[in-house]
C-alpha cells in the first residue's frame, strides 16, 4: 500500500485563490484533498512547508536541453539528464523539443525518446515530443541550422508521423507551400500545429491559424511584427497573435529575449489563459557562463553564453535560453510586475490545457496527479514531487 503524503503550513495556490495556511493530501500519486487547515492523517509522511509556496509543479512546452545535454545527442542518458536537471529548477513535466535536421537524425531522436518515455521519474516526465522545424522560413531561421531549413515536404512528414506516434507539436512557418496541407494532415494526426520561424504577415497567419496553427511559438522570436513592403505597412504574426483572441501564445521569460514591457503587454492583450511560459533552453540551462554548443555536440552550431542568454559565436542573434522554469516565474512576478496566481497560471495550467492534459495535471485540485513544487517568495525551489514522489529536495 502506497504511503499517504501531507504536506502543510503552506501558501497553496489553487486555480480560484491562495490559501494563507493550507495543505494538502497525497495519496497513491494523485492530490486527495486541499484544505485551509492542517490535515491529519495516522501514519502519514508529514513535508513541513514552512511557509513557503505550495504550488502546482511547471510545465515546460518547449525545452532543448539543460545540464550540459540536449534531446539532439542521441543517447537516452541525455534525456534523463535534461529531465533531472530542469526538476531541480521546479519542472514536473516537459515536451523535448529537436531542432531543424535531418529526417534521419529525427527518427532516432523518436526512438530514443521511446526507449525513455515510460522509465521511472527522476525527474521531470515527459508529454510527447515537440518537432521544431525544419519547415521553416530561411529569413527567420534565428539560430536554426540553415542547411536543413526546406518547405514542407509530404512524403517525408508521413514517413515521420507513421513512424511515431509520440508527436505532440510540430512547429512551421505557415506561408511557405504546403504547410496549410501540413496542418491539416497534423489535426488528422492528433499533433498540435504550431506557428513558427515565420515571415508570414497578418492575412497568411489568419489563414494559419484557420487551418490549424492555434499556438505562436515564441512570441516575436523569429516573426515578423509591423512590415513594410514598398509604400505600405503590413500587421505581421504578432499582430495576429495579438487579434486572434483564440490564438495560444508561448513566450520566454527570461527577461532578455522579452523585456519586461513586452512581456507586460502580452499578458494585458492575451491573458493568462492564453499564455504559456517556456524556457526554450539549450544543453547550457544550469550550467556556468562560457562555450557551448547549440543542439547535437557532433553536429551543433557553437555558440556562447553570457549575460544570461545564448548568443551566436558572432554575437549576431540569441541562440536560445538557458532559462528554468524558476526563472520563468522570477521574471514575470519580480520584474513584470505580474501577479504571481496569474504567473503561476501560465506556468502550469495554461501549458497543461495547450496539450490536452489539463484533465490529469497543471492544477492542485482533487483527482489530479500530484506534481507540486514548494518555492520561497524569491521562487527559489525546495522541494519538487513528481506524481507523489520526491524528485528533487534542496540541500
Not at 174 to 202: C, M, N, R, W
Not at 358 to 386: E, R, W, Y
Request: charged share 20%.
Amino acid at each position: 500500500m502506497e504511503k499517504k503524503t501531507v504536506i502543510k503550513n503552506g501558501r497553496v495556490i489553487t486555480p480560484f485563490r491562495v490559501i494563507e495556511r493550507g495543505s494538502l493530501l497525497i495519496d497513491g500519486g494523485k492530490i486527495a484533498a486541499v484544505a485551509e487547515n492542517d490535515i491529519d492523517v495516522e501514519g502519514a509522511q508529514v513535508i513541513d512547508a514552512g511557509g513557503r509556496y505550495i504550488s502546482p509543479g511547471f510545465i515546460d512546452l518547449h525545452v532543448h536541453g539543460g545540464g550540459g545535454h540536449d534531446f539532439m545527442d542521441g543517447t537516452e542518458d541525455a534525456f534523463l539528464q535534461i529531465a533531472a536537471t530542469h526538476a531541480r529548477y521546479g519542472t514536473t513535466a516537459m515536451v523535448p523539443t529537436t531542432l531543424t535536421a535531418g529526417k534521419q537524425q529525427l527518427l532516432q531522436t523518436l526512438d530514443i525518446y521511446a526507449a525513455v518515455k515510460n522509465r521511472p521519474a527522476a525527474g521531470a516526465r515527459f508529454l510527447g515530443i515537440h518537432l521544431e522545424g525544419p519547415y521553416f522560413a530561411m529569413n527567420q531561421r534565428g539560430a536554426q541550422d540553415p542547411r536543413y531549413i526546406r518547405n514542407p515536404d509530404p512524403a517525408e512528414y508521413r514517413e515521420i508521423l507513421a513512424y511515431s506516434k509520440d508527436i505532440v507539436r510540430w512547429s512551421a512557418a505557415p506561408e511557405l507551400p504546403g504547410a496549410l496541407e501540413f496542418a491539416q494532415v497534423l489535426k488528422a494526426h492528433g499533433v498540435l500545429p504550431s506557428l513558427a520561424h515565420t515571415d508570414a504577415i497578418y492575412e497568411e497567419a489568419l489563414l494559419g491559424f484557420e487551418h490549424g496553427y492555434t499556438l505562436a511559438t515564441h512570441l516575436y522570436s523569429a516573426m515578423l511584427g509591423v512590415t513594410r513592403r514598398n509604400v505600405f505597412r503590413y500587421a505581421g504574426a504578432v499582430e495576429a497573435a495579438f487579434l486572434i483572441d483564440a490564438m495560444d501564445v508561448e513566450i520566454i521569460t527570461d527577461g532578455i529575449h522579452l523585456p519586461p514591457p513586452l512581456l507586460q503587454l502580452v499578458y494585458k492583450i492575451k491573458g493568462p489563459a492564453k499564455t504559456a511560459l517556456i524556457t526554450d533552453a539549450m544543453r547550457a540551462a544550469g550550467m556556468p557562463e562560457g562555450e557551448s554548443v547549440l543542439g547535437s555536440l557532433s553536429d551543433g552550431l557553437k555558440v556562447i553564453v553570457e549575460d544570461g542568454v545564448a548568443k551566436l559565436a558572432d554575437r549576431s542573434s540569441f541562440a536560445g535560453s538557458v532559462a528554468t522554469c524558476d526563472r520563468l516565474v522570477r521574471t514575470m512576478h519580480h520584474m513584470a510586475g505580474i501577479p504571481l496566481p496569474d504567473v503561476i497560471q501560465m506556468a502550469t495550467l495554461t501549458p497543461a490545457t495547450i496539450m490536452g492534459v489539463q484533465g490529469q495535471t497543471g492544477s492542485l485540485v482533487p483527482g489530479k496527479d500530484a506534481d507540486i513544487v514548494l518555492f520561497d517568495d524569491n521562487i527559489n525551489v525546495h522541494s519538487t514531487i513528481v506524481k507523489g514522489n520526491i524528485i528533487y529536495q534542496a540541500p
